[in-house]
């Protein structure tokens, strides 16, 4: 009777077939792996990126405009010379002499003549100053604060925008020197052409330590340095200054 060989071919076939089903298996996991990691590269903030970057953080640029319908005008402030005095040229007179007698020589002595100096002309802008209570302006103020603002109105009660308004001299606890600066329009609070000092301190007495003044544009003055008293009173710790023309 024949012997019948074990069925080896069909246990090669089984093995064939798993290892292509690895295989198989393998390449889609590396094809999802690739898809995974061209994902992240592309979106490396999405949330199942496990070590995302650093999220840069905004910046801000701080730009100051002014209402759209204003226009600077600039002012030009004159300046005269005081012309020298005139001179006037004596005619020789003549000189008795003696005969035989020696004179002494003659120097003549020189007088310095006078300089001339340049004075600005008259000033456009005189200032008045009111003590009020700074809340009844700038509600959002409090008794703590020591403020110096103002306004500035031409000869028709306009508001005159971009002039440069200058705060220098000293309050107890504070020193402004060199002085500070700011610009006519940049306080809507107190109107138009608004402008707004805050000292830093709570309200102290002083008296005319503190001055403020008025120029134009090119720097030249429009009023004269105002001196300022302050006083250590919640009810005047906002020192109101009209420059009026």
């Not at 840069?56 to 600039?74: A, Q, Y």
């Not at 100096?117 to 005189?126: D, I, M």
């Amino acid at each position: 009777m024949p012997t019948v060989s074990p069925a080896k071919p069909k246990q090669k076939s089984r093995n064939s077939r798993l290892y292509s089903l690895l295989s198989l298996v393998f390449l889609l996991l590396t094809l999802l792996a690739c898809g995974l990691y061209l994902f992240l590269f592309l979106n490396p903030y999405a949330p199942i990126n496990p070590f995302p970057p650093d999220t840069p953080s905004p910046t801000f640029t701080l730009v100051r405009t002014f209402e759209p319908s204003w226009t600077p005008k600039p002012v030009t402030s004159t300046w005269t010379a005081t012309p020298p005095p005139p001179t006037f040229t004596l005619e020789p007179s003549s000189t008795p002499f003696v005969l035989g007698q020696t004179l002494e020589p003659f120097t003549p002595t020189l007088s310095p003549s006078p300089t001339n100096t340049l004075r600005p002309a008259n000033l456009l802008y005189a200032a008045s100053v009111e003590f009020l209570d700074s809340i009844t302006l700038k509600p959002d103020s409090s008794c703590g604060d020591l403020i110096v603002a103002g306004r500035v109105l031409d000869a028709q009660n306009q508001h005159k925008q971009g002039y440069i308004v200058r705060l220098g001299g000293r309050v107890p606890g504070k020193n402004f020197n060199p002085p500070i600066s700011t610009l006519t329009g940049t306080a809507p609070n107190f109107g138009p052409s608004g402008f707004e000092f805050i000292l830093g301190v709570q309200p102290v007495s002083s008296s005319k330590t503190l001055w403020i003044q008025l120029f134009d544009q090119q720097g030249a003055p429009l009023s004269e340095q105002v001196f300022l008293n302050t006083f250590n009173d919640c009810k005047k710790n906002l020192l109101l200054v009209g420059f009026k023309q």
